[in-house]
């Protein structure tokens, strides 16, 4: 068969493969970006189906209209409020997850070579969507702060006008980044934002750990700070829902949202519309604040184990973030530590994680690991990162 | 903002913009494609739910692997047999929709200008999956027999070797077909084959109205024919249990299912997992089967009273499929009436349709109709085509 240009350009996760070694349940895993299964709340969620079933009758399971159900979009409209970011049902499209957004935006921008500004490091998905348009990067590193932006600026300024109009998209995750956990500051936001209206180039902002802050005050969001309707917002249902209904939404300017309503019919025709009345119901019922209550407890205990046991077992030399919310961890090795290569040892140990490099599209990260908290069980944290302690004792 | 060329390319539905005015509950519509709301298995549905959160705890609410949950995948591969398909569940793949197999089809086949083979008329759900890649198309005529694969041949071998190799995919909708209801010969779908393994050109199955038969033998799929590992085969829940649920599948060798595994990672993750709990359930329950045979005999009836109606109310100089199955019947009128045209005096008249035209690409079909049978108020159908043939009437 002959296959189109961007399939040799298609890499396969590598998380994913690494989650099929992590599936053996002797193994302390660190490694996937999973909320904890013990907090889904599965009572209320049966609940809920049969009351959709009585209110909405054959609603859920007929098809709907590609944008997503009104009676949800209205809602979401709604609680955006409390995140300051204005929008109408007309602004707001219900997607397969936040990685659907990340595919449509793709689709409707990037021609094949066109760039993407990206973090280093980043998530992994975004650069699965981006690469499946055959596009190319342009990257800034990341510090305490955040996206070091004054990098993106300095090489946009240096490019020729040209290779700039190529620049189709910023992707930034600002509130406890994957896979650092770093916020990103208000100046830099700000600055984001200067530089997006300067060079007319939007800014994808992917958020789907709002809702879990553990501590400190929330920082508007980019979008917050967007007067010129250049800021692409998602966030998702998968953290503070269940990830198994994959169900995201975006909000956009509407002539943005209307293409990207033309790209999602032959994507996809609707998302899953009883999903989205059950959504519905878990936010108008008041169960999805409560089960934000719940699992920001839980996440925090989580976290603070994690951070305590790093500092007990790691060995001097090493760093890590540590992070006012989210669900990740980044910790640097020593340079003489490869994370992709220990992998298989730590596998040995019975403990595991996902390699830094994964998460680079310049190259870097060798040194480093993402360690997930959430999905751990909070009476083996300890334990893993003793195992993941003494391995890396063993190598320094 | 600066938009991928594919963008200018997108069309948006024509199908999606009627519905919107056929949703007045004065219109009797045989516009959309829509299953019968009234055949929904709603209290099935609810009993499953709770079923499957008991028997599987949180494995319904997490992320699950991108193919697909294991448990439908072996059920599915298991049911396939029945229409003679022999599939391992390494070569089948649970979809968005079997919208979202039209879609990753074309990801990581189409180039920009390459070629789709096509019916004229053919599924326009399809049309817009091809052209958010930029696909051109080459056309077919559809016989009582469906797609004339003579012409195929013909315009095949006329073509030269490198103009060709631009075609990348054949695409046929063999039982019933939509919008025509037309099924295809067994000799023409061997002939198909044999034009698909000459000219190393694959061919997209599109089967979603295998289980609506309503009188006569099942041919043989053309997957069933294929000797090469040439077809993707694709078919859905949409009719078989219900829309909303966003459920489809697809069949090829393993080679193309492991390509197709890595775009759709960048484009949606995975598929819905809760979903996908519930359509194993209710194939293992045996309600499935139950259910198409009740809608099997909802469907006839429909369908009966529906050419019933048109022998008596359609005048002459108009000629209509009389389809063994499926949800639609294609009208073709006399040359002086333009549905499109017509289809603002068919609003006031209180009944709708789908014009013909929206379901060609080479710009023929101004004087067909599809009309569906599946979602009509039985008791309203043969109203719906009086007001109809009156109109046509009143035309000629």
């Known amino acids: 068969m002959r296959f189109a240009d961007r399939t040799n ?17 002797k193994i302390i895993s660190f490694a996937g970006g ?15 189906c049969t009351k959709i079933l009585k209110d909405y009758d054959t609603a859920p399971l007929q098809y709907g209209i590609t944008e997503g159900i009104t009676e949800l ?3 979401l409209a709604k609680r955006m409020k409390k995140f300051r970011i204005k929008c109408k049902k007309e602004n707001l499209i219900v997607t397969n997850g936040s990685q659907a957004v990340l595919d449509l935006v793709s689709k409707i921008l990037i021609n094949p070579k066109d760039i993407v500004a990206v973090e280093v490091p980043t998530y992994l998905g975004g650069i699965c969507s981006f690469r499946n348009y055959q596009s190319r990067f342009l990257t800034m590193k990341i510090d305490s702060n955040g996206m070091k932006t004054h990098e993106l600026e300095d090489k946009l300024r240096k490019m020729g006008k040209k290779k700039r109009e190529k620049v189709k998209l910023i992707y930034a995750i600002p509130n406890f980044h994957n896979p650092t956990g770093v916020d990103m500051s208000l100046e830099r936001r700000k600055h984001l934002i200067e530089i997006s209206k300067r060079y007319h180039i939007p800014i994808l902002e992917d958020d789907p750990y709002v809702e879990l802050r553990y501590s400190g005050k929330d920082t508007p969001s980019i979008k917050n700070l ?27 300017e509407e002539k943005f949202a209307r293409k990207i309503t033309v790209a999602k019919q032959g994507t996809d025709l609707c998302t899953n519309i009883f999903c989205q009345y059950l959504a519905n119901e878990y936010i108008k019922s008041g169960a999805m604040d409560k089960q934000i209550q719940k699992i920001r407890k839980m996440y925090r205990k989580k976290k603070d184990k994690m951070l305590e046991a790093m500092d007990k077992h790691f060995p001097e030399g090493c760093k890590w973030t540590r992070p006012k919310g989210g669900m990740f961890i980044w910790a640097t090795l020593p340079k003489k530590i490869d994370t992709e290569k220990m992998f298989h040892e730590a596998i040995k140990h019975r403990v595991c994680y996902v390699h830094g490099a994964a998460f680079c599209v310049d190259g870097s990260g060798h040194h480093s690991m993402r360690l997930n908290f959430s999905n751990a069980d909070e009476d083996k944290i300890e334990l893993g990162i003793k195992r993941l302690g003494n391995l890396i004792k063993s190598k320094i």
Chains 1, 2 share one sequence.
Do not use: C, N, Q
């Not at 350009?9 to 992590?22: D, F, N, V, Y």
């Not at 999973?34 to 809920?48: C, E, V, Y």
């Open 9 to 25: 350009e298609m890499k396969a996760s590598e998380i994913r493969e690494l989650l099929k070694l992590a599936e053996d349940k």
């Open 226 to 252: 967007d007067k010129e309707g250049l800021v692409i917002y998602t966030s998702t249902f998968s953290k503070i829902f269940a990830p198994g209904f994959r169900l995201g939404w975006m909000i956009s």
């Open 73 to 75: 979009r209205v809602t």
């Open 34 to 48: 999973l909320p904890s299964s013990d907090s889904f709340p599965i009572k209320k969620i049966d609940r809920m």
